[in-house]
């Protein structure tokens, strides 16, 4: 427990701290620093939890399910931070950002990872939705810094979608809480995520019915589900690099995460009842629609960071479709594609930091010949989205054969839909991708100073999941999968 | 119920009439009394109405040389028309032999027909003023009586019936009871009930200004008696919407059988609930500027959104099982 | 179920509500955005008053702090720095047009009926005008998103938004009697930091692209640009 609170502490303490140092370069090494001291103390809590079990007590809640998101938010927070610095200050220098709104950046930047942690993290529904929302706030700012007229607008579509959304969510969870009341001893504890499941089977199938429509179409915002998703590509583009990392491999895992640990309820509640596979269905329709239709949109994107953000809505459509299927398989497959997901997507919005500023612009047209003017840059584009693109070995080839061989097993039809939608999405992505990396160098194009480690490090992480998963990350995810339907694969 | 065929019972009721007829004038008179002394003036007396209306009635009546024999038809048919919608509406006593008649349709329809011949007679001259008078007052009167019809529904949806002498048993025999549908449906029908006797801020009864005249426009043609019958006329319409109002929402005070200590509790009653009505209307028309007419859709949209938000929380609020 | 059969307290609970409904139908038909923030400000009193009688009722106490809370929070805070920023904004005379203001009442009221829709299969509970309630807030919910989908203009979007907020925060408190006393003042935490970042971008979106008329933000879409 004790590592618990080190690790909600530090970004706490971080996001305070922020605001205090002027000195950028300064804040800079620090960001890292806290971010590493995280994700210390996350190891520290993982190792605590595979000793002991899940770990809970009234206000928070470490189980097999949470920790390994725990462990993945503070390990891409740690590395974004090493890749923001020299970002962020490339930007400073091209006098894009002052130092002012450098400290509200970094400030923002930790009070981000500590909202994400605290909704991992806690025991309670609604203070679930308040991180959640707080996330949210927190990144308004980061994704407006800019203060282009495009970058405000992308913030104020982010602010008021996600804000309408999100209420709904807070609706759905009232409607839980109003559900919950009726059943337990004590009605305070109505939120308490280990209380409900609990009592989940006792609580009423239609309120449940109802709350989850609305907890599913608020957090759905926030997933970017097709048609909630308008705000994401805007706020990826517009905002800082660093920022789009993060969003992508980190936020959206955090709202499908609340997502599913509703839906344990609810399908515990309407086991009995004529629809006990509802709010499974709607998962799968809605990941569907969201996986099809952001493949395509992929085809007509011009700018880079826009067409990696419509591949976020395609994969977390793919990992909510898995959750909807249901059953060990799919569950397994769904939790691994938002780990691998997660790891590939943030290194690609890394690595298309870099390619913005070797090519000054956004624009895919004027992105070119990555690989001549600077080779790791156009190896890592060209990995990363070899990996994203679910090509053998990487982990995410893994996560999509088990999620086919799931969709065969129960829905046979869907997965000729499933194939058609990869086959979609991989043209879409490799048309823009291979002039970018390949194609003749525009003139005065120069190499910028890079930090690719931290991209190595990820997709050798997604290599090393794919062709031989490690032991004690297979143990976790089992254990997981056992938690959220009930019975485990291996 | 009262024996149908109990003549004391009919004299009551025809005496209830007369009472209506004769107490409109005053109604008149008192809102315009307290509208002076709010504006610092003295103001007529009570009985001017009364002199006005005998004055009109021995004075020779023109007619235009136009006008078709409708033109003289229109008078008694509006001034008719009105005072039996005013008789189906229970003034002192819940009960009497009319409350078989009194339907809230039959009562809207009665004033539909008065409206429409007021509006043909307007026209039947030709003059300018008379035919965009007339103009006026349907589109007025075509959105404030969806406006009312929504209103009143929603009342007779909680007593279960049209009859206003039932409505008002029902509001007397469950007391007390703060129902967000009465609140709303009582809004509702105030503007409704401004916008249909034709006071501020729809249309200003006291003036004959060209570009603003609804009411006056539609009468400018008219002299002598018919003149005095169309004023009267306005004048019942005026007591009737007030009447309306208070019994249907406070009917504290009516009386319930026909004898003679209930019945003048009813007569005090009610003229103490319209005196109070009469200075909320004059306090109001002090209050308020007449706006322009095409912001009286705007208006009464808001009266009929009100008679909708009284349904919807009545279905909603009151009746969900 | 029998209005009669409940006592004044909770009868006025629904008047209270019926009247908060209104007012968020007023606020949709209402052009004059000072008028809209005072509309605003007495919808949060109905909330503040209303927390008030149900803690009175059901003896909570707790909810005498949210009660407080909102008071100072919608009544008070927020409309007062709505009103200074617009009158920076030099917004004070504005006046929006509102377009197609029929079919957005009829909308509305379309929402309304909706929103029973939504809660009527809520049966087996036995206080069913808690449900009713709760299909009233749910229309206070709808209301907003109407505001803010009808209105161009962004002070009237951010009214809208919180105005939903309002008809969250009624929701819980007749249904649950409030949530536990973190949530609250989490939701109450955002609900600040989300006013205090609205007046942060009202002066982004003016000084980026000289007005506060959200049919200006049309640079990001997927049409060719």
New interface residues.
């Given amino acids: 427990m004790n590592a618990l609170y080190v690790m909600l502490g530090l970004p706490a303490v971080g996001a305070i701290l922020f605001v205090a140092i002027h000195n950028t370069r300064l804040a800079g090494w620090l960001n890292i620093g806290v971010s590493a001291a995280s994700l210390a103390a996350s190891v520290l809590l993982a190792w605590a939890v595979m000793q002991q079990g899940s770990l809970h007590n009234d206000n928070f809640l470490v189980d097999s399910f949470n920790i390994y998101l725990l462990v993945l938010t503070t390990f891409v927070g740690l590395t974004t931070a090493i890749f923001s610095r020299p970002y962020m200050q490339h930007v400073c220098e091209e006098g894009r950002c002052s130092t002012v709104r450098m400290r509200l950046y970094h400030s923002m930047f930790q009070s981000f990872m500590f909202t994400m942690l605290l909704a991992l993290s806690t025991n ?1 529904l ?2 679930l ?3 959640v ?2 996330a949210t ?1 927190a990144t ?2 980061l994704v ?1 810094i800019y ?4 970058a ?6 982010y ?2 979608l996600c ?2 959304g999100i ?2 969510a ?2 759905g969870t ?2 839980l ?2 559900a919950a ?2 059943v337990l001893v004590n ?2 504890e ?2 308490n995520w280990l209380t409900l499941q609990q009592h989940s089977a006792e609580l ?1 199938p ?2 449940m ?2 709350a989850f429509v609305f907890l599913l179409v608020g957090y759905g915002t926030k997933i970017g589900l097709v048609p909630l998703h308008q705000w994401l ?2 706020a990826h ?2 905002g800082p690099t660093p920022m789009s990392a993060m969003l992508s491999g980190l936020l959206l895992n955090i709202a499908l995460y609340a997502v599913i640990r509703v839906k344990m309820l609810t399908d515990s509640s309407l086991a009995a009842t004529q629809h006990p596979h509802m709010a499974g269905h709607l998962l799968m329709g809605f990941g569907l629609i969201s996986f099809l239709i952001a493949g395509l ?1 992929l085809h ?1 994107q ?1 700018d880079i960071k826009r067409l990696f953000s419509y591949s976020s809505i395609e994969h977390m459509g793919l990992a909510t479709f898995a959750f909807g299927i249901g059953g060990p398989l799919a569950t397994f497959a769904a939790l691994l594609h938002m780990l691998v997901h997660s790891l590939t997507k943030s290194s690609i919005f890394i690595t298309v930091g870099h390619a913005t500023h070797i090519a000054g612009t956004q624009n895919i047209e004027h992105i070119r010949g990555l690989i001549r003017t600077q080779p790791t840059v156009g190896w890592g584009l060209l990995f990363g989205v070899a990996a994203i693109a679910g090509f053998p070995p990487f982990g995410i080839f893994t996560s999509e054969f088990l999620l086919l061989n799931a969709t065969m097993q129960s829905w046979p039809w869907l997965s000729v839909l499933l194939l058609i939608g990869l086959g979609i999405a991989f043209a879409g992505l490799f048309r823009h991708l291979h002039p970018m990396v390949y194609g003749a160098t525009p003139e005065g194009q120069s190499a910028v100073k890079v930090n690719m480690i931290p991209v190595a490090i990820q997709l050798l992480l997604v290599i090393w999941i794919g062709l031989a998963m490690p032991a004690f990350l297979a143990g976790w995810l089992d254990q997981a999968v056992q938690l959220i339907s009930g019975k485990g694969l291996l | 119920m009262a024996d149908l065929l109990n003549p004391v019972d009919w004299l009551l009721a025809l005496l209830q009439v007369l009472l209506f007829a004769l107490a409109a004038p005053l109604l008149a008179a008192w809102v315009k009394r307290i509208k002076s002394r709010l504006q610092n003036r003295r103001g007529p007396s009570l009985l001017q109405p009364y002199r006005d209306l005998r004055k009109l009635f021995r004075k020779e009546a023109r007619v235009a040389n136009s006008a078709s024999p409708l033109f003289r038809a229109a008078p008694y048919v509006v001034f008719s028309a009105t005072l039996i919608a005013a008789s189906t509406v229970p003034l002192l006593a819940v009960h009497l032999p009319t409350a078989i008649l009194a339907d809230v349709i039959v009562l809207v329809g009665f004033l539909a027909l008065a409206r429409f011949f007021l509006a043909l007679a307007g026209m039947d001259v030709g003059s300018a003023f008379g035919g965009m008078g007339a103009s006026r007052e349907m589109l007025i009167s075509a959105l404030a009586e969806p406006a009312m019809l929504m209103a009143i529904f929603t009342l007779t949806m909680s007593a279960h019936s049209t009859n206003l002498s039932s409505v008002i048993q029902h509001v007397l025999d469950s007391g007390l009871l703060l129902r967000p549908s009465f609140l709303f449906a009582l809004l509702a029908l105030l503007l409704v009930a401004v916008a249909e006797t034709g006071r501020i801020p729809i249309d200003n009864p006291a003036t004959h200004l060209e570009l603003t005249m609804v009411h006056e426009a539609m009468i400018l043609e008219y002299s002598g008696r018919h003149l005095a019958l169309m004023e009267w006329a306005a004048q019942i319409k005026l007591l009737l919407y007030g009447v309306l109002i208070s019994n249907i929402f406070l009917p504290w005070g009516m009386a319930q059988q026909l004898e003679p200590l209930p019945l003048l509790i009813g007569l005090a009653a009610i003229a103490g609930k319209l005196m109070l009505l009469g200075v909320v209307l004059a306090v109001s028309e002090t209050l308020v500027a007449k706006m322009r007419l095409f912001r009286v859709p705007a208006y009464l949209n808001l009266a009929f959104l009100l008679g909708l938000l009284g349904m919807l929380s009545h279905v909603i609020l009151e009746v969900g099982v | 179920m029998n209005l009669a059969q409940l006592g004044l307290l909770e009868q006025s609970i629904f008047v209270l509500v019926a009247l908060a409904l209104f007012l968020s139908f007023v606020l949709l038909s209402q052009a004059r955005l000072t008028t809209m923030i005072h509309v605003f400000a007495w919808q949060g009193f109905l909330l503040a008053l209303l927390t008030a009688i149900v803690a009175a009722l059901g003896d909570n106490p707790h909810l005498y702090i949210s009660a407080l809370l909102t008071f100072l929070l919608k009544v008070l805070l927020i409309p007062a720095m709505l009103h200074r920023l617009i009158r920076r904004l030099e917004l004070e005379r504005h006046q929006e047009r509102l377009q197609k203001q029929a079919l957005v009442m009829m909308a509305g009221a379309a929402l309304v009926i909706f929103s029973y829709w939504v809660v009527l299969p809520i049966t087996h509970m036995e206080l069913a005008h808690i449900r009713n309630v709760v299909s009233l807030s749910l229309a206070i919910v709808q209301l907003g998103m109407l505001l803010m989908v009808a209105r161009r203009q962004v002070v009237a979007q951010v009214i809208g938004f919180m105005s939903m907020e309002n008809g969250l925060f009624l929701a819980a408190v007749a249904a649950t009697a409030g949530m536990p006393l973190v949530v609250e003042l989490g939701i109450a935490f955002d609900v600040l930091v989300a006013a205090v970042l609205f007046g942060v971008f009202f002066f982004h979106i003016r000084d980026s692209i000289d007005t506060l008329d959200v049919d200006q933000l049309t640079r990001l879409s997927e049409e060719e640009r």
């Fill in positions: 309670n609604g203070v939705w308040v991180t929302e707080g706030l308004v700012m407006s203060r282009t007229p495009e405000v607008e992308a913030a104020w579509k602010f008021i804000g309408v209420a709904q807070l609706f009232i409607l809480y109003f009341q009726h009605p305070e109505g939120l009423s239609t309120v019915a109802i590509p805007d583009s517009e949109f007509r011009r």
